[in-house]
């Protein structure tokens, strides 16, 4: 709970829930308070809709929510005008808003388009031209309002959430290196599927962690945070530290399937090479569990003794490919994680530091 409460993550979406309620009551007492519209529905629902997780995000929702929402508003009058309310008027509607939603700039609003026409449609104010332009002007306060308030009230800035989303997944790496060890030192069958599992999990990681930071650079556009600029250029280098975790995490399912494919139980393999070699990945998940940059040099630097002073011929034509591809494996994820290690933590500077 303490580590859950500690997330940025977490803080953020709880500030973007409690601006899009007061965006929806502000966008819903300024349509009825202020410029006196009756059955004021589309402002609230226009601004719920358009406070996006950047401000960016927020700006292009609304110009869409608003073309859409002028699409249903004039596909219901054309219907209604034609057919008056009735089922066909509703059907023809309604397909006018979903084709109208599948063209490439309105994709986003779906069905807003059908929605909105279905709505205006079936209240029976298709032929009532005054309320329609109520209802546009409705939606155009909601999503002003929307606006308004993700650009004004603590504009969202999501790099300390990818910051957050990258920096845990290096330590589940090394915790799983050290969790291979360990399995392959006890004398129970290895849980190579297991291994396998922790992998393909840590690539939803780490493809989450793309998408967290792609939001993260938008939210840096057009946001009006006197930090902005500074800590966006902090998260430069998040995309290599990325990458070079993809490669990891593909070493080490490339590894566990070479144990696994292997025709050697491991309790046969030469011991010469099997103890140097399992206490290396055991150091090795530790250093890149512990962010141990010296630590992840010093395994690179035995590594480099150990395959120098391996005996090809007392591994015989069976052990040495697995040895090989084992060697190369771990290489490998060293070289992919020392500068993972050097960014340790994986953060952006704080208020008081960008200030000094």
């Not at 869409?64 to 034609?82: D, E, F, I, P």
């Not at 292997?262 to 890149?288: K, N, Q, S």
């Not at 993972?340 to 208020?351: F, G, K, L, T």
């Amino acid at each position: 709970m303490t580590d859950r409460l500690r997330d940025p993550v977490l803080w953020t979406s709880a500030l973007q829930i409690v601006k899009t309620a007061l965006a929806c009551v502000l966008a819903w007492a300024l349509a009825v308070h202020v410029f006196g519209i009756g059955q004021p529905f589309l402002a609230p629902w226009a601004a719920l809709l358009t406070v996006h997780a950047t401000v960016f995000g927020t700006v292009r929702r609304g110009a869409q929510q608003v073309a859409a929402t002028v699409v249903g508003v004039l596909v219901a009058s054309a219907a209604g005008h034609v057919f008056g309310v009735s089922a066909i008027a509703l059907g023809l509607a309604v397909l006018a808003g979903l084709l109208a939603g599948s063209v490439r700039g309105l994709r986003a609003e779906a069905t807003t388009a059908a929605a909105t026409a279905i709505v205006v449609l079936t209240t029976g104010y298709s032929d009532d031209g005054a309320v329609l332009a109520d209802r546009l002007l409705d939606t155009g306060i909601g999503v002003g309002v929307g606006m308004l308030v993700n650009l004004v009230v603590w504009p969202p800035l999501r790099d300390r959430g990818a910051a957050h989303q990258i920096d845990v997944i290096d330590d589940r790496i090394g915790a799983l290196l050290c969790d291979v060890a360990a399995e392959l030192r006890s004398a129970g069958e290895p849980d190579v599927d297991g291994w396998i599992a922790s992998t393909t999990e840590l690539d939803h990681e780490i493809d989450e962690a793309w998408r967290v930071l792609g939001q993260a650079r938008e939210s840096g556009r057009l946001n009006l945070r006197r930090a902005t600029h500074a800590r966006m250029r902090a998260t430069e280098d998040f995309g290599e530290v990325l990458r070079r975790l993809e490669q990891a995490v593909a070493e080490t399912r490339s590894m566990a399937r070479t144990i696994g494919l292997a025709r050697v139980p491991i309790d046969a393999w030469d011991r010469d090479f099997r103890e140097p070699w399992l206490a290396l990945l055991e150091r090795a998940g530790a250093a890149v569990r512990d962010a141990d940059a010296a630590g992840l040099t010093a395994v690179r630097s035995d590594l480099d003794e150990l395959v120098e002073s391996i005996d090809v011929t007392a591994l015989g034509h069976e052990q040495w490919p697995i040895g090989g591809a084992l060697l190369v494996n771990l290489r490998n994820i060293l070289e992919a994680l020392d500068v993972v290690a050097d960014a340790q933590p994986v953060q952006v500077p704080r208020p008081a530091t960008l200030r000094r």
